[in-house]
């Protein structure tokens, strides 16, 4: 007698549930998101490589050797490169997000959305402090593993205001740039597996998880 109103009962526990999840934690992030800043990091790195190769550079691996009348124009170049790959892979982001939040009926710029994009900002604002003085004291082998060590914690820090598997992304961000701290001369390859080959995967397995 009493079954359908204990069933009506646990379905409105469970929209409660789902509403008071959905406000404190920024569930909009889309598998395709990750996807795309994947695939736009293995572009720039890509980009990167093939000026390395270019004649008058001496390099090891992917670790430059410049000469002094080319090294302040070629490490501009980069910081350009970088720039324009950040740029681009969070305009990205920020359209794929957008849509799904869309499609959610839900707004992007809510609480958790908020409180998730101070976690991400200090630990990336160190890490880019950190880049630039590795850079002007010509420390260049130390910026990709700490863009990775950095952006690896912003990650594991920003995980308790959206999906847990963020997590597990910036965990192995982390134990990538602390791995390519021992190959000084690979630190490019790193940059591109750990932006890229893992945010590939991570969206993938995003979308499959939560989009599809």
């Known amino acids: ?29 889309s598998g395709w998101s990750g996807i795309w800043a994947g695939a736009v990091a293995l572009a720039g790195a890509a980009i990167g490589y093939s000026w390395l190769q270019k004649p008058g550079y001496n390099h090891i691996g992917t670790t430059l050797y410049a000469s002094a009348e080319h090294f302040d124009q070629f490490t501009i170049n980069f910081i350009l490169l ?31 959305s908020r409180q998730m994009t101070a976690q991400l900002f200090y630990p990336v604002f ?4 950190f880049c630039f003085m590795f850079i002007y004291y010509g420390c260049g082998m130390f910026v990709a593993p700490a863009c990775l060590v950095f952006y690896g914690l912003a990650l594991i820090s920003a995980g308790r205001h959206t999906f847990s598997d963020i997590r597990y992304l910036g965990m ?9 701290l021992f190959f000084p001369g690979g630190g490019l390859i790193f940059w591109g597996l750990g932006f890229g080959v893992l945010h590939i995967l991570y969206g993938a397995m995003m979308w499959s998880k939560y989009d599809k």
């Open 126 to 129: 160190a890490g880019s402090v």
């Open 1 to 29: 007698m009493n079954q359908p109103h204990t069933d009506e009962s646990l379905q409105a526990l469970q929209e409660i549930r789902s509403i008071m999840d959905r406000s404190a934690r920024f569930v909009s992030l």
């Open 172 to 180: 192995l961000d982390v134990a990538l740039g602390c791995t390519a």
């Open 82 to 112: 970088g720039m324009a790959t950040f740029a681009l892979a969070l305009a990205g982001v920020f359209f794929f997000t957008w849509r799904k939040a869309k499609r959610m009926g839900q707004n992007v710029w809510n609480s958790a």
